[in-house]
């Protein structure tokens, strides 16, 4: 290792948001879901086509979400698909401000 000091970035706890990308919350949140029905079809060895035999859900769409493609899936129809694989999905939420909501709010209504 080389002697240059490293810094250490410590993140939010959303690697989407640390990323900058747009709809950060909602994207963690289709991942997890996919991640649940990944972990779901692991813990059952089920093929692509078993699923789709189960659920009725296309085995293209379990292909898809196997290589988080997740383009198409809403969170909603995630969690469809996680309740024919007799999952019930319980979602807890907590809204608070941004980090420094609190000077954008003031810092618009000075410019008003």
């Known amino acids: 290792m080389n002697d ?3 810094e250490l970035v410590r993140g939010s706890g959303n690697v989407f948001r640390d990323f900058d990308v747009p709809n950060a919350d909602a994207e963690q949140l289709r991942s997890i879901l996919a991640g ?10 089920l093929t692509v086509r078993e699923a789709e035999g189960l659920t009725g859900i296309a085995a293209a769409d379990f292909s898809r979400i196997r290589r988080a ?3 198409r899936f809403t969170i909603d129809r995630l969690i469809t ?5 007799n999952r ?3 979602v807890s939420v907590v809204v608070r401000p ?6 954008l709010a ?7």
């Open 4 to 6: 240059e000091e490293m």
């Open 36 to 45: 649940q029905i990944i972990k779901t079809l692991d813990e059952r060895e």
């Open 69 to 71: 493609n997740l383009g």
């Open 81 to 85: 698909i996680l309740n024919r694989l």
């Open 88 to 90: 019930q999905v319980e």
């Open 98 to 103: 941004f980090p420094g909501a609190q000077q």
């Open 106 to 112: 003031i810092a618009s209504q000075q410019l008003n």
